[in-house]
């Protein structure tokens, strides 16, 4: 292990002499770059916690911020990844009365900015926090907040799915889309998905009423009459989604936007498209819970690596081939 180090794990203050072992990288790069250091264990600050973290999920954002190196928020190394955490309340800041010692939460802390969740000590504001799923392990709760709140995000806040719409969600076995679908099943919406034909029959199970092959089927002269479609693909994906839209529907894209998204032409066909980023959300998170503890939301974790094994959980990521989402197991 290496030595004591004061990356940028997280910008709470940190404690006199206790220490942590923490994912750090000093440059962009490959996963190659992430290496498991010791560093001093934050301390909650004012309306704040300290989580010891038992699992942390992963997700494109950290592969992609690992890659070049830099927070959006332009953060630079050296720093931790990482937004999902589940675990158990180690000790809590002034002013705060939501959670005490010994509480079991889940949360997606501080997003777009660093949280240093891929460590075993993380302190961000309470109210990032909700008490995590009853009947659920810390790896599928710590699978949840990031793709769930945004899936919960887009289809709840942004769209409000209404029983009865059709939801056309791309890749829908995804992190993000095989949580949409049971979210828009549960709103009442008839869901149309996109994924290879191995994973129809998870989708199936999942809720989904449709499925489209994308290997063997094009969704844009196959799907009509959609109300609302959740794109996680970006690229020309979101200007050909819009052939499926009827008039006065919603494109959701949770891709930042770039020169090829289709504004003009979603005004010109009467329908609205727009960009989505995830806020944290601790109502949200609460109503997520309660969908898991009706039965009606079931979170997949394709794969966990321990805390050492980063780079390998980062590996496997970029391939785009994972069903769920892939975790890491930070405290035994």
Known sequence: MSQVTTSAATPAATTSGATMRA?????????????????????????????????????????????RGEFAVGTKPPFTLGWDVSGVVETVGDGVTVFRPGDEVYGMPRFPHPAGAHAEY???PA???????????HVESGALPLAALTAWQALVDTADVRPGQRVLIHAAAGGVGHLAVQIAKARGAHVIGTASAA????????????????????FAETVRDVDVVLDSLGGPNSARSLRTLRPGGTLISILPLDATFPTAEAEAAGVRAVFMLVEPDRQGLQE???????????VIADAVFPLTEAAEAHRLGETGRTTGKIVLSVTP
Do not use: C, M, Y
């Open 23 to 67: 994912v750090s990288q000093e440059t962009g790069g490959g996963p190659a770059v992430l290496k498991v250091v010791e560093t001093r264990r934050p301390a909650p600050g004012r309306g704040e916690i300290l989580v010891r973290v038992h699992a942390a999920g992963l997700n494109p954002a950290d592969w992609k911020t690992r890659s």
């Open 122 to 124: 993380v302190a961000a």
């Open 127 to 137: 109210r990032h926090f909700a008490v995590r799923p009853k009947g659920l392990s």
């Open 199 to 218: 994973k129809h029959d998870l989708l199936r199970s999942l809720g989904a009423d449709e499925l489209v092959d994308h290997r063997t089927q094009d």
């Open 288 to 298: 997520i819970a309660k969908l898991v503890e009706e039965g009606r939301l079931k």
